[in-house]
T-cell receptor
C-alpha cells in the first residue's frame, strides 16, 4: 500500500513568490496535518484538516493557507515567500477522527523548499 | 518554557552500548506520547507509542511518568543502524488531536 505522498520533492523559489505543495494521504485516512521543519529543529505544526474542514492551526502568519479535497488530499499554499520560509514541509495523515489522539501520524517524504 | 524539551545531544556511543534519552513536556493535559526516529534529510518515522505502563519493542523500551511529565526511551545493544535523530512527540488530544508537538530531537551516533 502507498504511504503518504508529497509533491514536489524539491522546490526553489525567490522572495515574494507563492508556492503550492501537495499531499495525498494513506488510503482510508481522513485527517491530514502539515508541519514545517527548519534545520536543527523538530517539526512545527501548521494546519490540520479533517473531512475537508480546518480543525487546527498553528502559530503561522496568514500567508500560509491550506485546504483539503473530497478525496482527502490536501494542498498547502504559502504567499509572499520570505527567506525564513526555507524549510522541509511535511504532510502527515492519520486515521484519527475527533479526539483520536492515540492514532499515530504517518509522514510523507516532505517537500524541501528553498527561497533565494 | 518549551512545550516539549529534549537534550539535543549529540550522543556518541559504541556498538552494543545502552543509551537512554529523556524528555519532559509542559502540558499536564497531554494525552498521547510517541517516539519518532528521523534519519538525515528524511521524514520522521514512528518508532513506538508510549504508555503509562511502559512498553517494549525488541531492544527499545519506552516509559511515561505522567506525574513528573517525563518520557524516556532506552535503547539496548545499540546497532550502527540506530544512528539517527530521536524525536519526543506529544499530542494534547481533545480539539487539538491533529497537532503533534515535537521536541528538538536528540542526535545519536553509534560507532564501531
Amino acid at each position: 500500500d502507498a504511504g503518504v505522498t508529497q509533491s514536489p520533492t524539491h522546490l526553489i523559489k525567490t522572495r515574494g513568490q507563492h508556492v503550492t505543495l501537495r499531499c495525498s494521504p494513506i488510503s482510508g485516512h481522513k485527517s491530514v496535518s502539515w508541519y514545517q521543519q527548519v534545520l536543527g529543529q523538530g517539526p512545527q505544526f501548521i494546519f490540520q484538516y479533517y473531512e475537508k474542514e480546518e480543525r487546527g492551526r498553528g502559530n503561522f502568519p496568514d500567508r500560509f493557507s491550506a485546504r483539503q479535497f473530497p478525496n482527502y488530499s490536501s494542498e498547502l499554499n504559502v504567499n509572499a515567500l520570505l527567506l525564513g520560509d526555507s524549510a522541509l514541509y511535511l504532510c502527515a495523515s492519520s486515521s484519527a477522527g475527533q479526539g483520536g489522539s492515540n492514532q499515530p501520524q504517518h509522514f510523507g517524504d516532505g517537500t524541501r523548499l528553498s527561497i533565494l | 518554557r518549551k512545550e516539549v524539551e529534549q537534550d539535543p545531544g549529540p550522543f556518541n556511543v559504541p556498538e552494543g552500548a545502552t543509551v537512554a534519552f529523556n524528555c519532559t513536556y509542559s502540558n499536564s493535559a497531554s494525552q498521547s506520547f510517541f517516539w519518532y526516529r528521523q534519519d538525515c534529510r528524511k521524514e520522521p518515522k514512528l518508532l513506538m507509542s508510549v504508555y503509562s505502563s511502559g512498553n517494549e519493542d525488541g531492544r527499545f523500551t519506552a516509559q511515561l511518568n505522567r506525574a513528573s511529565q517525563y518520557i524516556s526511551l532506552l535503547i539496548r545493544d545499540s546497532k550502527l543502524s540506530d544512528s539517527a535523530t530521536y524525536l519526543c512527540v506529544v499530542n494534547q488530544g481533545g480539539t487539538s488531536y491533529g497537532k503533534l508537538t515535537f521536541g528538538q530531537g536528540t542526535i545519536l551516533t553509534v560507532h564501531p
